[in-house]
């Protein structure tokens, strides 16, 4: 990452430094706004981040493989995937020329 922030711990350092905050503290509000999204997540239900983006559960359908070694077919089960679609203004940030 250019800033040297694509981590865990390094975010916990930014939060700490912009806010003012000790590492600790920072990484409580880390801890809590992940552990939001995922029980949110675990009920089946949303998580729209104005300006940022929307976090959701999706499906995956029941598939069958082959595994590129041997060639054999192999059943892969349906189950439930965490999604994130960011918002136009994310993208829009993100697609602007420096």
Not at 24 to 33: I, T
Not at 50 to 69: E, L, M
Not at 71 to 82: D, E, H, M
């Given at each position: 990452?250019?800033?040297?922030?694509?981590?865990?711990?390094?975010?916990?350092?930014?939060?700490?430094k912009?806010?003012?905050?000790?590492?600790?503290?920072?990484?409580?509000?880390?801890?809590?706004?992940?552990?939001?999204?995922?029980?949110?997540?675990?009920?089946?239900g949303?998580?729209?981040l104005?300006?940022?983006?929307?976090?959701?559960?999706?499906?995956?359908?029941?598939?069958?493989?082959?595994?590129?070694?041997t060639?054999?077919?192999?059943?892969?089960?349906?189950?439930?995937?965490?999604k994130?679609s960011?918002?136009?203004?994310?993208?829009s940030?993100?697609?602007?020329?420096?």
């Open positions: 990452m250019p800033n040297g922030w694509g981590n865990r711990a390094g975010l916990i350092k930014k939060i700490a912009d806010v003012d905050l000790s590492k600790r503290q920072a990484s409580k509000v880390l801890d809590s706004l992940f552990g939001g999204i995922e029980g949110e997540l675990k009920k089946g949303r998580v729209t104005v300006g940022f983006g929307t976090f959701s559960v999706g499906s995956r359908k029941a598939r069958t493989v082959r595994n590129p070694q060639g054999a077919p192999v059943k892969i089960p349906a189950k439930k995937v965490a994130f960011p918002s136009a203004d994310l993208k940030a993100i697609s602007k020329k420096k």
